[in-house]
């Protein structure tokens, strides 16, 4: 079992910057590849970003792709998505979330319906 809880979400300008952080707990944290969706207002959950158990490996969407890192601690048991050059339509609550069996290489293609284990979200909004 994995509890995730992400923070750092809030009001910045277009144009700024923010960085996301996800607890999880759980020993087998570093077995998994984690990732972070997004949903806005009236629009499906969507894909951001994946990085595989090792941090190796990182999988962006192409809407945030050169503005977007993903990282994570598995010592401390984090993972982070640090995001730079946000536009509005950045606006969503950000969900982090991980699955027992697929590759971070498949968060792309599965998108949310692979997950698990989901956190309960954190708002970013982006003013214009």
């Known amino acids: 079992q994995v509890q995730l809880v992400e923070s750092g979400g809030g009001l910045v300008q277009a144009g700024g910057s923010l960085r996301l952080s996800c607890a999880a707990s759980?020993?087998?944290?570093?077995?998994?590849?984690m990732g972070w969706f997004r949903q806005a207002p009236g629009k499906e959950r969507e894909f951001v970003a994946a990085?595989?158990?090792?941090?190796?490996?990182?999988y962006y969407a192409d809407s945030v792709k050169g503005r977007v890192t993903i990282s994570r601690d598995n010592a401390k048991n984090t993972v982070s998505l640090q995001m730079n050059s946000l536009k509005p339509e950045d606006t969503a609550v950000y969900y982090c979330a991980t699955s027992r069996d697929l590759p971070g290489a498949s968060f792309v293609s599965v998108g949310s319906r692979g997950m698990d284990y989901w956190g309960k979200g954190t708002l970013v909004t982006v003013s214009s």
């Open positions: 990085i595989s158990w090792s941090g190796g490996r990182t």
């Open positions: 759980g020993r087998t944290f570093g077995r998994f590849a």
